[in-house]
T-cell receptor, first 113, second 110 residues
């Protein structure tokens, strides 16, 4: 149990476009999901906490207008990178909270050209 | 953002050897977790520790929650090639947020 999926697994986009990444909890309901970003050879850095039915809570330094988070159901949270730039290229990973433990998705690799 | 200090940064060992890595923090945590990440994938939970002083095993893996609640270690015994990957510690306080360590990259040679 406690499986989290992400879609797409990788995406390439042009600078200035927007990209939406989906995070789904497949066999549990997650009132809370988390979005992380991981640059090459670095650790995971929390970007925001996504709460079902309410606004996301963003970490310091993360622009909420650039990284739009929607958590409209107990099994789906989406992260939209708006007006993407090359510096947004990274590995984006989500996690769902199940029985006080976070289970991670397989990640989405974003490359902005 | 905050990160936990994890050491060593990388390890190159021979198959069959034991491995030890640790994680330290300036803050107290209520929960310590150890994850393994393979290239291009998300982290997978290995061991969760909920109580200061707790020693927990999962197969060849053993982890301990430091008595000061500011550190934790992970041991891997009799390493095998599939142990290759990046190991992250993570601390959790009263909120659901996880603070990750800097990672230990493990390479196992046959």
């Amino acid at each position: 149990g406690a499986v989290v999926s992400q879609h797409p697994s990788r995406v390439i986009c042009k600078s200035g476009t927007s990209v939406k990444i989906e995070c789904r909890s497949l066999d549990f309901q997650a009132t809370t999901m988390f979005w992380y970003r991981q640059f090459p050879k670095q650790s995971l850095m929390l970007m925001a906490t996504s709460n079902e039915g309410s606004k996301a809570t963003y970490e310091q330094g993360v622009e909420k207008d650039k990284f739009l988070i929607n958590h409209a159901s107990l099994t789906l949270s989406t992260l939209t990178v708006t007006s993407a730039h090359p510096e947004d290229s990274s590995f984006y990973i989500c996690s769902g909270d199940f029985q006080e433990t976070q289970y991670f998705g397989p990640g989405t690799r974003l490359l902005v050209l | 953002g905050q990160q936990l200090n994890q050491s060593p940064q990388s390890m190159f060992i021979q198959e069959g050897e034991d491995v030890s890595m640790n994680c330290t923090s300036s803050s107290i945590f209520n929960t310590w977790l150890w994850y393994k990440q393979d290239p291009g994938e998300g982290p997978v939970l290995l061991i969760a520790l909920y109580k200061a002083g707790e020693l927990t095993s999962n197969g060849r893996l053993t982890a301990q929650f430091g008595i000061t609640r500011k550190d934790s270690f992970l041991n891997i015994s009799a390493s095998i090639p599939s142990d290759v990957g990046i190991y992250f510690c993570a601390g959790q306080s009263n909120t659901d947020k996880l603070i990750f360590g800097t990672g230990t990259r493990l390479q196992v040679f046959p």
